[in-house]
């Protein structure tokens, strides 16, 4: 395999380790702006469905939403922002491709915690509330525990995607792991190309495997994974 | 579940936000400058050499499948038309490997041809000298039965492009004048750092060096946003791209001739030139006379950005320069 072995000897070159174009500074780049943009999602489509699930209203705006996400792929919200971004002075690669990252990971986080919160076993509820509990404890003790399972998973699925199309932001001139597979597409280099793939599909798996972990301690013993109810996401 | 009763709300939300996305866009659209060069004859004015030439072949114009080629062609047909050759159209046949057969084998008798890029089709090793390269592509082309008439100045090759106000404030018009002014971006494809025509040229041929490279794209879109918001001061674009006129960029020479010659040339078929003379040769000969790069990025923005009609386009350069 005369291929591969190039793939395995650009990951063994020195030069592939160091310097701006380097795979550590490609990796941090996907990985800032990959944790930013879900943060960022997850802070704002948090708070109103955690609240929308306990009132148990506006349904039709998490499916919206979900719709929406799917509807709308993430280089055309690029290409839509990046004249915008460059008009308000905040350059070219950055700005767009966060949006566009975010837009990604907001609607499965949003969707599935209200869902989530919303088919809390109403009797535990009631059962809540008939103890004297009031209506925010009621989402802080009983509804955000038991939705935990899916929430989290939620939030493991938005920011293994985002990891995934980060790789866009190399087309509009910023950074990361999608630079090798841009700038090596451009020069037929192939080995670079699938060494590029291999980084993001590394990072993707290290991203699951990382919030896995961050699931089982999160979620309270005795919760098992209610992966089955996720809405599935929106397609890339 | 509950969300069913709901779900014709969501459609409705969902149209509305795709019907703004849509108004979004269009409105993006009808903002671009839609002011369109009136040049005042339509008609093209009749050259006198006249419609004396009737009998002998019909001489099948072609061009490649973009369209500053097909330009070019509906140029040479127009003017051919007007001094009585027969002609037939066949325009956007395709990439050089399916015109220049198509020359070779008979099926088009005239296509015009841009001399470097041409050459190296054929084995051949392009320079910067327009003329030497020009020489070279005929002597390749003669045993074929091809004929290379005179290359007009107009080039569609890489050109190293700045702002308006940056040229004037550091006072730039050729590329070695680039030189010294180490703080500058310079933008373009992202192969450019590995190709001999851009960076590596730029900084072995020229001496250049920059604060930054930013990859973008091959002359396109994001090249010319990243110029004209200043992510870049200096950006690789196509000579003869409509978007230098429309946007009032300043292409700078090549002074040290880095870029292999591209000027537009006829290529015609010898048993054409056999049939018709020196008369043919003059009247394509006298297109490429008047064919600059400037008025051929000048043309290709009245198409490509303008959306004009590439015939009148045509016309109104012929009834301007001949």
Redesign the interface.
Known sequence: MHFLGEVVSWFLSADNWSGVNGIPNRVWEHVQISVIATVIAAAIALPPALWLGHK?RG??????VV??GR??PSFAIMA?F??IS??L?L??GFWPTLLALFALALPPIFTNTYTAV?DVDPSLVEAGRGMGLKEREVLRDIEAPMASPVIVAALRVSAVQVVATAPLA????WGGLG?YI??G???RDNVRVLAGGILVALLSIGTELLLGALERRIVPHGLSRAAGELVPPPHG | M??N???????I??VV??LL?TA??SG?ETGTDNTTATTAGSETTETTAANTVTDGPTITIGSANFSENALVAEIYAQVLESAGYPVDRNLNVGNREIYAAALEDGGLDLVPEYVGSALSYLGGTPTSDSAATAKALSDAWADAGITVLDPAPAQDKNGIVVRQDTADELGLSKVSDLEGHNDLTF?G???CP?REFCMIGLQDVYGLSFAAF???DVGGA?TV??L??D?IQVALLFTSDGVISAKGFVLLEDDKGLQPAENLTPVIRQEIVDAYGDSLVDTLNAVSAELTTAELSDMNRRIGIDGEDPEQVAADWIAANL
Do not use: S
């Not at chain 1, 190399?170 to 001139?173: H, P, Q, R, S």
């Not at chain 2, 009763?5 to 459609?11: E, I, K």
């Open positions: 148990r349904g039709f705006l998490a499916v919206a719709n929406i509807a709308i839509l990046l004249p460059i008009r002075g350059g070219l919303r190399a087309l509009v001139a630079r841009v700038d597409f451009a020069v | 509950r969300t009763r709901n779900g014709f709300l969501g459609a939300l969902v936000f795709a996305l979004c866009g993006e933008g494809p992202p192969e590995e930013m990859p973008l994001l946003a990243a004209e918001g992510e």
